[in-house]
């Protein structure tokens, strides 16, 4: 194989492993910091929407869901008793 052939593969290797890692994310929010003329940066680290709007409180920025979210779709079902 020769040098392109070696990149290549490795880059697929690195691409494969970055979904991966992608596809099993837990955080269900990412904070999108308003940071001047560059559009500024992201962080997806937040369990809750409160958890993410305390991070950007005062700092500027808003809160998206994460588009990588592996989690529960939603809210646990409320179970009847009787």
Same mark, same amino acid.
């Given at each position: 194989?020769?040098?392109? +052939? %070696? *990149? #290549?593969?490795?880059?697929?290797? %690195?691409a #494969? =492993?970055?979904? *991966?890692?992608?596809?099993? !994310?837990?955080?269900?929010?990412?904070?999108?910091?308003?940071?001047? !003329? !560059?559009?500024?940066?992201?962080?997806?680290?937040? %369990?809750?929407?409160?958890?993410?709007?305390?991070?950007i409180?005062?700092?500027?920025? =808003?809160?998206?869901?994460?588009q990588?979210?592996?989690?529960p779709? +939603?809210?646990p079902?409320?179970?009847?008793?009787?």
């Amino acid at each position: 194989m020769g040098k392109i +052939g %070696v *990149g #290549l593969a490795g880059g697929i290797v %690195v691409a #494969l =492993f970055l979904a *991966g890692a992608a596809a099993s !994310d837990p955080y269900k929010w990412c904070a999108q910091y308003s940071n001047g !003329d !560059d559009g500024g940066h992201s962080n997806c680290g937040f %369990v809750t929407l409160e958890q993410c709007r305390a991070t950007i409180s005062g700092i500027g920025g =808003f809160c998206v869901p994460n588009q990588f979210y592996t989690g529960p779709p +939603g809210k646990p079902a409320k179970r009847h008793r009787g």
